[in-house]
């Protein structure tokens, strides 16, 4: 069963029960504009939740992804390399980052389930 | 803060779904949903419309009994243009220098019988009419134009586009200024230069408030033409290579580093008729013939991150401190790759030399390439 939760910061988290795939919502993906360039981490890198793992430069600006848990790397999205149009077009789709095996997996309860996060948007 | 000021076009930029932005005072529009990458894209390859009502209209007329020839004289003592040669009908690129040789500010002015239609940046308005005032204001009179719009058209379907209003547009050619009739609404009257900044093809018109949401509506009725946001207007005129007052131009660059001394007309050159004689003469003289010890140039940054604003540049391989800057960059859509430019000292402005920009705590390799980054399309 798959859990999907969202972080203040506008990224989806799916959990399938072994490792989270990150992405950002279609919210994000809007604000920031057209996707130049992303810049991926290293897979099998051990990362501490607040680490900046990925960068996203836009048409506008660069913008980064923080590492949501404690964790590894455990895959990237080696598409975005040539496709970073991808995070625009299919954010929830194709245009995911990374995905990591959670240190704890418990680290997903302190975010935002689907209807926290519309609620979260709708009030910002 | 004060409140931002809102152009005649504000309400339509909303029901187009544009997202607003606060600019030199403005709301503005940064963008429309189609965005940034496909309103670029479509200038290119057909017309874009542009509101730049936030950008400052004056008249600069002779004093009662005067003529042209005053007028023109006067703008000489604050620009290193030749303004006395400048035909009627016709517009020049030109900018006010400080007695450093610095730039106050970048405009164009047109000459229009026996006045000047000058447009100069919205963030920079109060201080031109300031420096003008207390330099020329004795000489002339200086018109903010209040109540006024102003629309750029841009792209190669441009010249189609306003023709359908106006076909006289067809016969001018770039830098012509012509007061032109705009077939909507029962004529509205309007004045049209051929020019814009974005590298295309295009038109500049100026029309009455009032009359500018009629005008924009009835053009982007038209197939071919879509609005374009601030977004856009930036990404077209980086690839073009054209400076933006505040990056890459301001009162500490001179206009020989800043690459504009195709700007300075030979009548303001040494050996010329009217050398010298405005603000910074000394210095900017003597760069046009020894040159500057920096450079704006074009730079393309190596695999597909951007380097912005502010990156730090160093010649390859060297440690130590930072040589230059980045005064402009970002992703060029039609380039299909990042683009910049900035300062660079003299010996390192050669097209193909290479360099590294910081980005991120990191050094990555830009070459010095030539500008424009996408071809000029002016209808000459």
Not at chain 2, 6 to 32: C, I, N, S
Not at chain 2, 59 to 73: F, L, N, S
Not at chain 2, 88 to 112: C, E, K, P, S
Not at chain 2, 243 to 250: E, K, M
Request: proline content about 7%.
């Amino acid at each position: 069963m798959l859990i999907v939760k969202y972080t203040p910061e506008h990224e989806w988290l799916e959990y399938n029960g072994e490792v989270v795939t990150v992405g950002i919502t279609e919210h994000a993906a809007e604000q920031l504009g057209d996707v130049v360039f992303v810049e991926l981490p290293e897979e099998d890198t051990s990362v501490t939740k607040g680490d900046e793992v990925v960068v996203i430069e836009s048409v506008k600006a660069a913008a980064d992804i923080l590492a949501p848990m404690d964790g590894v790397i455990t895959e990237v999205n080696s598409l975005l390399e040539d496709e970073p149009e991808l995070v625009s077009k299919d954010p929830l789709g194709q245009g995911w980052f990374f995905r990591m095996k959670p240190a704890d997996p418990a680290d997903l309860d302190q975010y935002m389930d689907e209807a926290e996060y519309k609620a979260h948007i709708a009030g910002s | 803060m004060a409140e931002l000021r809102k152009t005649p076009l504000h309400d339509l930029h909303v029901e187009l779904g544009a997202r607003m932005v606060p600019f030199a005072g403005w709301e503005m529009p940064v963008q429309y949903p189609s965005g940034v990458m496909a309103e670029h894209r479509h200038t290119r390859a057909k017309a874009g419309l542009f509101d730049v009502s936030h950008m400052g209209q004056l008249t600069i007329r002779p004093p009662a009994g005067g003529g042209w020839e005053e007028v023109a004289a006067a703008l000489e003592t604050v620009l290193p243009q030749s303004v006395l040669g400048l035909k009627d009908g016709r517009q020049r690129y030109g900018f006010l220098t400080n007695d450093q040789g610095g730039i106050i500010d970048d405009l164009m002015f047109a000459r229009r019988g026996d006045h000047a239609f000058v447009v100069v940046n919205a963030a920079r308005c109060d201080v031109d009419l300031a420096h003008l005032a207390r330099t020329i204001g004795a000489k002339v009179t200086i018109e903010p134009l209040r109540g006024r719009a102003l629309l750029a058209l841009q792209g190669p379907s441009a010249e189609a586009a306003l023709a359908r209003l106006s076909p006289e547009v067809a016969g001018m050619r770039f830098m012509d200024v012509r007061t032109l009739t705009l077939d909507v609404a029962g004529g509205v009257p309007a004045l049209v230069s051929r020019s814009g900044y974005t590298g295309e093809d295009g038109f500049e018109i100026s029309l009455p408030a009032e009359s500018a949401e009629t005008v924009a509506r009835a053009l982007l009725d038209m197939e071919e033409v879509a609005p374009i946001g601030l977004g856009a207007r930036d990404s077209l005129r980086l690839e073009a290579g054209l400076c933006l007052y505040g990056n890459d131009i301001d009162e500490t660059t001179t206009p020989v580093e800043a690459a504009l001394e195709w700007a300075i007309q030979k009548p303001r050159r040494r050996g010329g008729d009217r050398a010298g004689g405005f603000p910074g003469a000394e210095v900017i003289l003597a760069q046009l013939e020894a040159g500057a010890p920096r450079r704006r140039v074009g730079l393309l940054p190596e695999g597909r991150a951007p380097m912005r604003q502010g990156t730090p540049l160093r010649p390859e391989g060297a440690e130590g401190a930072p040589v230059g800057t980045i005064t402009s960059g970002g992703f060029g859509p039609t380039a299909e790759r990042p683009v910049a430019m900035g300062y660079v000292p003299a010996a390192l402005a050669a097209a193909g030399t290479r360099l590294e920009g910081e980005v991120r705590g990191k050094w990555r390799p830009v070459a010095v390439a030539d500008l424009p980054f996408v071809p000029h399309r002016y209808r000459r």
